[in-house]
């Protein structure tokens, strides 16, 4: 049975329209993402990406003036052929006032206003541009777009039924090595009887069912499941709107051996029963 290719999108436009936000989007949706690579290279990547991820591997390549007299090939290439995948040319534009309060928020010059004025540089990129919009096969005017309705918009075009659903991660630890530094909820399970006093259950962990069962049995820990798990469903609708596809959930104990690693194990059950798609990690089981 053979693969179908994964897509290429090359995404162009101008500066300030938000070439950035779209590259991080299809990241996001799982896309092999290459900034400001001239034109002529495009099927150099794809070829290198097809060896080592295989041609499935969606590719979103960003293409833009910054690469100077390479960029003028872009308005002739033919992707298809050279890369043997179907390809969208993304074009993201705005209305110059649009471009020049983002550009002077990032305070940043424009590539081609040389010793003039912002405004002549958007002129000059426009001209540049002209012919590669009119091979636009998806223009987005973001004028009027914050950046969550812009990524919303990219997910809407590029994203498939698997890349669209938020992924979580629940990770035990233990608070004496430090909370992870990337956790967007933390729970401490230190309210709970400590399984270590438990002579018949100090050896084991978390993972292993009487230990499991002992937790989940303390009074107030039914209780936290109940309250919790509603809260980060909630939350979890509340980041797929907002156009966040990913979140860590932290579950902690003392030394990230019982009660983290059991509560952890029945939180992530029950958010997967809830249709998440989710993961669990252990950080520190095994460090003591």
């Not at 990547?45 to 969606?58: C, I, K, L, N, Y």
């Not at 833009?64 to 890369?83: I, P």
């Amino acid at each position: 049975m053979s693969i179908e290719p994964g897509e290429l999108v090359i995404i162009t436009g101008m500066t300030g329209a938000g070439r950035s936000t779209a590259a991080k989007e299809l990241e996001d949706l799982g896309y092999f993402v290459v900034d400001n690579l001239p034109p002529t290279l495009v099927p150099d990547v794809v070829s290198m990406v097809d060896a080592e991820r295989g041609t499935s591997q969606p590719i979103a390549i960003v293409v833009d003036v910054r690469s100077g007299a390479f960029f003028d090939t872009l308005a002739t290439q033919r992707y298809e052929r050279s890369t043997g995948r179907p390809t969208t040319l993304l074009y993201l534009d705005a209305s110059d006032d649009a471009l020049v309060r983002r550009q002077e928020a990032a305070r940043r010059p424009h590539p081609l206003q040389g010793s003039g004025r912002l405004l002549d540089g958007l002129a000059r990129e426009r001209k540049v541009l002209e012919t590669t919009r009119g091979r636009a096969d998806l223009l987005i005017d973001t004028t009027g777009l914050n950046v969550h309705q812009l990524t919303k918009r990219i997910a809407n075009h590029f994203g498939s039924a698997e890349s669209l659903q938020l992924k979580v991660t629940v990770i035990s630890f233990g608070f004496k090595y430090g909370i992870p530094v990337d956790a967007d909820f933390v729970a401490d399970m230190r309210f709970l009887p400590n399984p270590h006093w438990v002579p018949e259950l100090r050896a084991r962990t978390g993972q292993d069912v009487d230990v499991a069962d002992y937790v989940k049995a303390q009074p107030g820990a039914g209780a936290f499941l109940e309250g919790y798990i509603p809260v980060l469903q909630l939350v979890a609708r509340g980041y797929l709107e907002e156009g966040k596809r990913f979140m860590t959930v932290a579950v902690g104990c003392t030394g990230g051996k019982h009660r983290s690693v059991a509560m952890s194990e029945a939180i992530a059950q029950r958010l997967s029963e809830g249709g998440l798609d989710v993961r669990t990690t252990h950080r520190d089981l095994g460090r003591e």
